[in-house]
């Protein structure tokens, strides 16, 4: 609910619009809200795991189903990975999140609600847990507006990284979109077949035609797109892949994340070998491209996006177990 939805239902005395954001609601908030059919806190708190830099929540919702987030501890603050979706219909071969199918779109309520959660320390948001967050478009960007608002969480926009496979018709709507927020695109391959083969529920996607958009965003905004590349042997990890990539990005406002597998229970991908990542590096780099080497991060508690939802519930509702 926006600030001015808030206005206009006629808030109880003393109770601001950011009192619905908070962690504790007061009784005569929740009483208003109750009355007035908002669900504040809808979400509760299933599961809790720690490990290493990384502490994982698993959230059940209204009607049953559950959905992960997870809370990174970085050198100078915390990020919130949050879902956009219960499931996901792109099936990655990679991805624990997609192998259960889509179950349903998360409102943007939910969204902002698992950012609540994960505390006051959260100083940057990744829409990088379960769901493909341009294939929920208007609730992800409902859920950014109202964790911008001033009135509200008042969450600075530039701490928002929006993370996809890069769906084309929504890249051209985003770009339209002043937002302020990171843009990262799960590319993955240098060619459609091995893009097809990795991300089949993308295969109507135009590998060139994604590059193209995120790159056009990228000028649209005068900021860097992120493409991320998982390195993973004998699949993308060539030396024509390595070219392919300094050709489509030498020159253009872009970064490569490149990344090492992080093992999945019964997704049998190999991990690729360090020199590999650092051949890549080094093309990369000697073609003037910023480049990183990133490790998926918190193996030690699944912390792969949907790991937790689907081990413990097998993307069904958790009330079905
Ligand atoms: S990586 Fe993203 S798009 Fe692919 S299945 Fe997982 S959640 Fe969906």
Not at 98 to 112: F, M, P
Not at 224 to 248: C, E, H, I, W
Not at 253 to 266: F, G
Not at 285 to 300: C, E, F, L, N, Y
Request: net charge positive.
């Amino acid at each position: 609910m926006s600030a001015a939805a808030f206005d206009a239902l006629r808030p109880p005395p003393g109770c601001a619009y950011r009192d619905l954001f908070s962690a504790r609601l007061r009784p005569d908030v929740a009483r208003w809200a109750t009355g007035h059919g908002l669900a504040l806190h809808a979400l509760k708190q299933l599961q809790r795991s720690r490990g290493g830099r990384s502490e994982k929540f698993l959230f059940g919702l209204g009607d049953g189903y559950a959905v992960e987030s997870v809370l990174i501890r970085r050198r100078d603050g915390f990020t919130a990975c949050v879902s956009s979706q219960v499931g996901c219909a792109f099936s990655c071969r990679f991805c624990a999140s997609g192998q259960a199918g889509l179950k349903r779109n998360l409102t943007a309520a939910e969204i902002v609600e698992q950012v609540v959660h994960l505390g006051p320390r959260v100083n940057r948001i990744v829409f990088m847990g379960i769901g493909e967050p341009l294939n929920n478009y208007d609730n992800v960007l409902g859920a950014i507006r109202l964790l911008r608002d001033r009135r509200g969480l008042g969450f600075p926009t530039t701490g928002i990284t929006l993370s996809t496979i890069g769906i084309p018709k929504a890249l051209r709507r985003l770009r339209e979109e002043h937002l302020g927020i990171n843009l990262t695109i799960s590319l993955h391959a240098t060619t459609q077949a091995v893009r097809d083969r990795l991300i089949p529920g993308a295969a109507r996607h135009d590998i060139g035609e994604v590059v193209t958009r995120a790159l056009s965003w990228a000028d649209r905004h005068r900021r860097k797109v992120t493409f991320v590349y998982l390195v993973l042997p004998g699949v993308n990890d060539s030396v024509a892949d390595a070219q392919r990539l300094v050709s489509m990005f030498a020159d253009k406002p872009a970064r490569i994340n490149l990344m090492r597998w992080n093992p999945v229970d019964a997704i049998k991908l190999r991990r690729t070998e360090d020199r590999m990542l650092s051949f890549f590096r080094h093309r990369l780099d000697r073609a003037g491209i910023p480049v990183v080497v990133r490790d998926t991060q918190g193996s030690d508690i699944d912390a792969a996006c949907g790991q937790l939802w689907l081990r413990d519930l097998g993307g069904n509702r958790a009330s079905d177990r």
